[in-house]
């Protein structure tokens, strides 16, 4: 079955700066690639996805890179804000097959004022 | 609103005292899960449905029971909690196909202590 793994587990920057978080998938049928963020206390809510056919995508702030023959996918939040502190999950599905999305373990990010 | 909702939002029990978690949405989604979220160990699926009365194993399905007997429900059960199962658990939705969104819409969360 497929494994995520994410990194950093926590990651801390400057406000302003980027933040870069990565993925680790093993099943190479995988075809979609979603990004989640929790903020305390609340329920994940998606924030940037991915789909296998595309090897870019942005919105505003936040982008997702993806590079299918290394099975590795990235989230890219530029010029943070305290509104971006929270915890942000990775995860990978095969629609066609089994259809189990499965998240990486998270990461804790915190920035700094 | 588009929502799923979980009851009841927090819980203490003690151990072997069945429970039931409810969880139902009201956006038609043929697809509904179950996750625990344990500290370092991220989201864990429990079980999930791909439709009514179609439901399968996730990767942490020891202990726990679910149903699909309608569309818009997918209750957790847990016939003897066990310390072991006291985590933060989570809900959620979509639509089934790769040709909607795919975004997966969660529930508030559901805190359960098992003593």
């Known amino acids: 079955g497929e494994n995520v793994e994410q990194h950093p587990s926590t990651l801390s920057v400057q406000e302003g700066d980027s933040a870069v978080i990565k993925c680790t998938y093993s099943?190479?049928?995988?075809?979609?690639f979603p990004w989640y963020k929790q903020e305390l206390g609340k329920r994940p809510q998606l924030i940037i996805d991915?789909?296998?056919?595309?090897g870019e995508k942005k919105d505003q702030r936040i982008a997702v890179t993806l590079n299918k023959t290394a099975k590795h996918f990235s989230l890219h939040i530029t010029e943070t804000q305290p509104e971006d502190s929270a915890v942000y999950f990775c995860?990978?599905?095969?629609?066609?097959?089994?259809?189990?999305?499965?998240f990486g373990q998270g990461t804790r990010l915190t920035i700094n004022p | 609103e588009a929502q799923v909702t979980q009851n009841p939002r927090y819980l203490i029990t003690v151990t072997g005292k069945k429970l039931t978690v409810t969880c139902s949405q009201n956006?038609?989604?043929?697809?509904m899960s179950w996750y625990r979220q344990d500290p370092g160990l991220g989201l864990r699926q429990i079980y999930y449905?791909?439709?009514?009365?179609?439901?399968d194993k996730g990767d942490v399905p020891e202990g726990y029971k679910v149903s699909r007997k309608e569309k818009r429900n997918f209750p957790l059960i847990l016939e003897s909690p066990s310390p072991n199962q006291t985590s933060l658990y989570f809900c959620?939705?979509?639509?089934?196909?790769?040709?909607?969104?795919?975004?997966?819409?969660f529930g508030e969360g559901s805190r359960l202590t098992v003593l």
């Open positions: 099943d190479s049928a995988s075809n979609y």
């Open positions: 449905s791909m439709n009514v009365e179609v439901t």
């Open positions: 995860a990978a599905i095969q629609f066609q097959g089994a259809q189990k999305l499965v």
């Open positions: 956006m038609n989604h043929e697809y």
């Open positions: 959620a939705s979509r639509f089934g196909t790769e040709a909607n969104t795919g975004e997966l819409f």
């Open positions: 991915i789909r296998s056919n595309v």
